[in-house]
Structure formats: structure tokens, C-alpha cells
């Protein structure tokens, strides 16, 4: 019997007082933080330490197809717009050659457990350049079997036949993620995504019938004429197809950083009171659905794998947001795709002439990253655990021999006074645990611990790094 989980509590005032810049923390340290320091040397010492721990763990695999046929205005992504596909062939001709280096680095045929394929649209390519694509990746690498593996892709329905996914499904790939956003033609029209509800219930069906063994989709609120009354029928429409996931995500407006935001009408965007309802009518619809609330803006059912992974405590976080098997090292492939091996991250060239220029040169496109010292991932782990548990037990952690956790997180523990005393936590001598009205605040919980974030703050005007934490 699958236990009842309580509802998260949304409290519109407190949320309107706490929400602030910060970080999703999908890794820690975040990527801005990555250095142009960090090259391929420093990435073959994080594969050497890594197979200095003995027994060879499954890994993880993310491939970025970065091409999209049109331009989305909200996307924050990194895409390509054309129509041009043979710009396609040249793009696998490239991946090739990275895989080809990387399973060299790695060695033997590393056994893979979890596979993502994201993007741009990654059914961008045909089904026989996806057919040829899954092949090499199966030739490097050692495959778990579909029913232990979760093997995934991101899909734009408006790209897509029954036919289509069918095929997918066939190619090995057992999760599926449709891109929804609202059916409200007007809000469509002013993000430039057309996309019928009778067409997006179509894939969804399809994907069910052939199998899939996880379905999600993927909302956003806050788009330019959006409103709780508008957004509804949007909320009673996907609550009705009842996919085993659904994620709501917050629109960050951010010109500054995504040109095709820029096309979007900004006197149209809602206020913040609009999003604030929009948010708690997402909560209630939901919950009062049978959803479970993972964290951050992820729901999944009862029985959905995510959910299960919570309960028994082994949720895990990575770039792709929550995921079940993120506690394996993860190879990411592609232009800007970023891995995570070791105590280390690193990211490919996120220009796609800079990435084919270090992949003719022979070299591994890796234009920046991050080793992470002790203290990095001491923090890794707490703001993992809290993100994903919402529950911080002491005694897990790798502390320094003699040191008290109160005496270490001294300065963090204070940060935190203030978030306890507005009841989103509890504190005691074996750790912190995140209350219900907390679990909406978790990013803000977990910057508590955020020594980058905390450190001193250069003069000048700061760059806007961040989205809002709600």
C-alpha cells in the first residue's frame, strides 16, 4: 500500500515576502561558477580517481540534440533554429567523434543505467539517424536492460506522429517528456508555439499504448496573458490525460540572457500577484488530484518512480532537474551539455563552430568546469538532501574528524534563523527538517549553504545570475 503524503502548504504571504534571485541548484557548486581553468586535463584526473574507488559504477548518459524547425520565445535553452537538415548529419558526425573519444577515456564498456536524450527537439532527427545514433551509443556502451534502465526523451508533440513514438519506444527509449506549456490559444500565439490540445492528447495516447513506462509534461506559468482563471482549463485538461509526471515551471523573464525573450511583450507578462495565484491554483489542483509534490515545481503520482524513489530515500538531483539514478557519474554529450564525474563538473563549447573546431583538433570539447574540494562536497550533499528529502540527518555527513556539525555550518545555521522562525523548518541536534509550508522555499533553505552565494560581494553592479526562487 502506497502511504498518504501530506499536501505542501502554500502561504501567498510568505512567499510574496520571502522570494528572492537564486539558484535551482541542479549541482553544487552551480554552473556559474564553472572556470575556464578547468580543460580536459583536469577532466582525464576526474575519470582516474573516480576508477581508483574500485568497483566500476553504472553510469549515466546525456545527449544534446540541439536543433528546434521554430523559435519558442520563452526558451532559455540551447537551440539551433533551422529547417536545414543536413546540418543535422553534420552534427552526429561530430557527436561521433566525442563519443568515440570519451568511451576511450572511460574504457571498456562501461555498463549505463540511465539515458537522456534533451535538446532543442531531439525527434529533430529522423528515425534513421536516431537508429544510427542509439547503435553507436550501444557499441560504446553496455546497456542495462529496459525493465531495470530509465532511458528518456524530451519531445515536442507538435513534431511528432503516433507513428513516431511508437518508433521511439521500439528504439529502446521507456520515459517520454511533452512539451505542453497552456492550450490557451492566446498565450500560444503570443509565445509563438501553436499546438492543439487534440494534437498533444494524441502523442500522449500513443505513448501509453506503446508502452512507455513513465509520461510527463512540462507547464509554465507566468507567460505573457496568462491568469489563474486562464490557466484552468490548461490545469483541468492535463489533470484529466493524468500522465505519471507533470512539471510547472516558473517563466524567468531574462532578456538580458536569452535573446528570443526579447520578442516577447513585456507589458503583457503577469504581474507577480497573477503568478502568485496561478502557483497556488497549480498546488491545488493538483494535490486535490492525488499528486504527489516531489519538490521545487514536480508532482508525479503515487506510484511514478519518482515518488517511489522519495519514499525509500533515494531521490537524487542532476541537470535534467529530479531523477532517479543521478548519484551515478554522468557522461554528457553534444554542444554546451554539461557532465558531472567525480568530484568534478565540466561543459562541452556551448557555440556549436567552437565545439566542431576542439573535436577536429582531436580534443575533447571542453570549454570550462569545476573540481570541487572537500568543503564542496560536504555541501553538495546537504543541499542534495534537502532538496530531494527535505530532511538533513548530521550523522550522514562526512565532517571533518572532531568537528561538531553545529561548530562547521556555524554561519550557515544562522542564515537559517530567520526561515525557522517563519516555521519553514525545524532544527535539533540531528539535523534540519524541512516543514511542509517550507517546501516551496527550498531554494531559499538550501542557499543558506551556499558558500559561493555567501562569499563577499564585489563592488560594482552584479550580473542577474539567477531566476526567482518562486
Do not use: W
Request: charged fraction near 25%; include cysteine.
Amino acid at each position: 500500500m502506497i502511504p498518504l503524503i501530506p499536501s505542501v502548504e502554500f502561504d501567498a504571504a510568505l512567499v510574496r515576502k520571502l522570494n528572492q534571485m537564486g539558484p535551482r541548484y541542479t549541482s553544487y557548486p552551480t554552473a556559474d561558477r564553472f572556470s575556464g581553468d578547468f580543460g580536459t586535463e583536469q577532466y582525464r584526473a576526474a575519470v582516474a580517481r573516480l576508477d581508483g574507488l574500485g568497483e566500476r559504477a553504472p553510469f549515466s548518459l546525456y545527449v544534446h540534440i540541439p536543433f528546434c524547425e521554430s523559435l519558442c520565445y520563452y526558451c532559455g535553452c540551447n537551440k539551433i533554429i533551422t529547417q536545414d537538415k543536413t546540418k543535422s548529419a553534420e552534427y552526429l558526425s561530430y557527436l561521433s567523434r566525442e563519443m568515440r573519444l570519451q568511451a576511450a577515456l572511460l574504457g571498456e564498456r562501461r555498463k549505463v543505467d540511465q539515458l537522456h536524450f534533451g535538446g532543442g527537439t531531439p525527434t529533430y532527427l529522423s528515425d534513421a539517424q536516431m537508429d544510427g545514433l542509439l547503435g553507436q551509443l550501444r557499441a560504446y556502451f553496455d546497456f542495462a536492460p529496459d525493465e531495470e534502465g530509465e532511458f528518456s526523451i524530451e519531445v515536442d508533440p507538435r513534431t511528432v506522429t503516433p507513428q513516431r513514438i511508437a518508433t521511439l519506444r521500439r528504439q529502446g527509449f521507456n520515459r517520454i517528456s511533452l512539451g505542453i506549456q497552456d492550450f490557451d490559444p492566446a498565450v500560444q500565439k503570443a509565445v509563438n508555439r501553436i499546438q492543439s490540445y487534440a494534437q498533444t492528447m494524441e502523442v500522449l495516447k500513443a505513448a501509453r499504448t506503446s508502452g512507455f513506462r513513465s509520461i510527463s509534461v512540462d507547464l509554465i506559468y507566468g507567460l505573457p496573458l496568462q491568469s489563474a482563471e486562464s490557466f484552468g482549463p490548461t490545469l483541468d485538461k492535463v489533470v484529466a490525460a493524468r500522465p505519471d509526471r507533470i512539471a510547472v515551471y516558473n517563466y524567468a523573464h531574462m532578456p538580458q540572457l536569452f535573446k528570443a525573450q526579447r520578442l516577447i511583450n513585456a507589458d503583457e507578462l503577469p504581474d507577480p500577484e497573477a503568478k502568485l495565484a496561478m502557483l497556488g491554483l497549480c498546488i491545488e489542483r493538483l494535490t486535490a488530484a492525488g499528486y504527489v509534490y516531489i519538490g521545487m515545481d514536480h508532482f508525479a503520482l503515487p506510484a511514478d518512480d519518482l515518488a517511489r524513489s522519495q519514499r525509500e530515500g533515494k531521490l537524487q538531483r542532476n541537470f535534467q532537474g529530479y531523477s532517479t539514478h543521478a548519484d551515478a557519474p554522468m557522461v554528457a554529450l553534444g554542444v554546451s551539455a554539461i557532465s558531472a564525474v567525480g568530484n568534478s563538473y565540466s561543459q562541452n563549447e556551448k557555440v556549436l563552430s567552437a565545439y566542431y573546431e576542439r573535436l577536429d583538433a582531436g580534443q575533447l570539447p571542453i570549454a570550462r568546469g569545476i573540481t570541487l574540494n572537500d568543503d564542496d562536497v560536504l555541501r553538495r550533499t546537504v543541499i542534495g538532501r534537502l532538496m530531494c528529502d527535505f530532511d538533513l540527518a548530521y550523522k550522514d555527513l562526512a565532517l571533518p574528524p572532531g568537528i561538531a556539525p553545529e561548530d562547521y555550518f556555524a554561519e550557515d545555521l544562522a542564515r537559517l534563523a530567520p526561515l525557522e522562525e517563519e516555521g519553514l523548518l525545524s532544527r535539533d541536534s540531528g539535523g534540519i527538517k524541512v516543514k511542509m509550508r517550507g517546501r516551496l522555499m527550498i531554494r531559499n533553505i538550501c542557499m543558506a549553504f551556499d558558500n559561493f552565494l555567501n562569499a563577499p560581494k564585489q563592488e560594482g553592479p552584479q550580473p542577474a545570475r539567477y531566476s526567482r526562487t518562486i
